[in-house]
């Protein structure tokens, strides 16, 4: 098609390289993969039209440097750059690298994932918009005296966050006024030193909560939401499992989250795709705005297995230029999808990462079954980046279906050599709470209290 993209160089690696990849294939742009010395015998590296090495496997000289990938894309001549998620996909200062050398970029402008990325600013904007936001401080905190103001007006627990914070990363609970002041001090030099921003908000502690987020899709005139994702079953604010459409969510709620979601688009013109995320009360029934993620989520194959949206190919066209290609009468929620994200790491011993060769690897199949996934009998899961093996992502007519289908798929699905998380997912899948839905963000960690053993392969 003469009026997309001709080429695209993809800066990231793994599964979410080869699901772009692929996406291009199917549009007839050209894919340009960088990657380091780690990656050299990957699944992408071998299916990409053009593939060239950047750097050794250090990805701060590799993946996570801006110079290197921006100097690749103008030598390749790419037309844009796709940065997956993770790396380099929301930082602002590469993005604006990138459109001070006239390179496209699939995603957001520099401006908006600066704005978005600004979890104070973030919750300004949502509140001009309308959106429901956590009661806390109106912004940053820098002092004891405005915490305990704070405190009076919400009461205890409070949730300490670093502006800058993400992936779970730079948040502490509180209990009481004792420990308030030291827990302030102690949280704004954690994020000087991780996020080299001292900056901290307080909210309110939600003890009973569930993890629910909106896609959308936006052209930067016509915004689409695309349904929510359920992402709950967490360990430690890190998705294990995630499911659409949330099984608490009556027909109310969700038109509500999804108008609030379309609302905070167009409050700031966003572009491309996104993700807000909301908490949602399970006491009280209340949806509260979080965070928006302006890069494409690891979960978004939920949202592509029940709407039957293509968000990869959507994301091309609209970095293309091109007007979304649907409308929100065009969006139909249809049945229930489910996604495991399946991790080379050994539940028995804290999760740790366990990466090393695949001597054997067996796909599962079968009618709503799908295998995202980079790995191959013979390839070695690398050290030194995440330990991701693959998201198996089932399609059933409904839940209790798409539960069953899960755990038939998860019994084929074989990998050899090292040791996975799926069998984990598999007793959280078949637990009582989780079929019954009736379950918060802190379940997996009182099912690991009540475990002495999980089953292990590998």
Not at 417 to 432: I, K, N, R, W, Y
Request: glycine share 8%.
């Amino acid at each position: 098609m003469s009026d997309l993209l001709d080429s695209v160089l993809i800066a990231n690696r793994g599964e979410i390289a080869l699901r772009v990849i692929r996406a291009c294939k199917e549009l007839g742009i050209k894919s340009i993969l960088v990657y380091s010395e780690g990656d050299k015998d990957s699944l992408p590296v071998k299916l990409a039209d053009k593939a060239v090495c950047i750097g050794p496997a250090n990805a701060a000289k590799s993946y996570n440097s801006p110079e290197l990938i921006v100097s690749a894309a103008m030598a390749f001549k790419a037309d844009a750059i796709h940065p997956g998620y993770g790396f380099l996909s929301e930082k602002p200062d590469f993005v604006r690298m990138v459109e001070e050398e006239n390179i496209g970029f699939v995603g957001p402008s520099a401006e908006h994932i600066g704005l978005m990325g600004d979890k104070i600013e973030a919750k300004r904007i949502a509140q001009a918009a309308g959106v429901p936001t956590v009661p806390g401080s109106d912004g940053v905190v820098t002092e004891i005296d405005e915490a305990m103001e704070v405190a009076r007006n919400t009461g205890f627990p409070l949730l300490i966050k670093a502006a800058a914070g993400g992936g779970g990363r730079g948040m502490r609970v509180v209990e009481s006024e004792d420990t308030l002041e030291k827990d302030l001090n102690e949280i704004m030099n954690e994020a000087e030193s991780a996020f080299n921003d001292p900056s901290v908000y307080i909210e309110r502690y939600l003890t009973d909560i569930r993890h629910i987020e909106i896609q959308v899709l936006s052209d930067g005139e016509n915004v689409v939401a695309l349904g929510e994702r359920d992402c709950t079953s967490q360990r430690r604010n890190q998705k294990l499992i995630e499911e659409g459409p949330s099984p608490v969510l009556t027909e109310e709620l969700r038109a509500g989250m999804q108008e609030a979601a379309v609302n905070l688009c167009k409050e700031v013109k966003y572009k491309n795709a996104g993700t807000i995320e909301f908490v949602f009360d399970n006491t009280e029934n209340k949806y509260y705005f979080i965070e928006m993620n302006t890069r494409i989520q690891v979960e978004h194959p939920v949202t592509e297995m029940i709407t039957g949206v293509d968000l990869i190919k959507e994301q091309l066209r609209i970095a293309s230029g091109q007007k979304l290609s649907i409308t929100q009468d065009d969006i139909e929620i249809r049945g229930h999808a489910i996604e495991c994200r399946i991790n080379a790491e050994d539940p028995n011993q804290n999760f740790a990462p366990r990466p090393g060769k695949i001597e054997h690897y067996r796909a599962p199949g079968g009618f709503g079954v799908r295998m995202d996934t980079h790995i191959e009998t013979g390839y070695t899961i690398p050290p030194f980046y995440d330990s991701m093996v693959g998201k198996l992502i089932v399609w059933a007519d409904d839940r209790d279906e798409a539960i069953d289908r899960m755990l038939r798929a998860i019994n084929e699905l074989e990998v050899e050599g090292v040791v996975t998380t799926a069998p984990f997912q598999a007793m959280l899948l078949d637990s009582d709470k989780f079929r019954s839905g009736e379950f918060n963000t802190g379940y997996v960690a009182k099912l690991l209290e009540g475990t002495d053993s999980i089953p292990a392969d590998g």
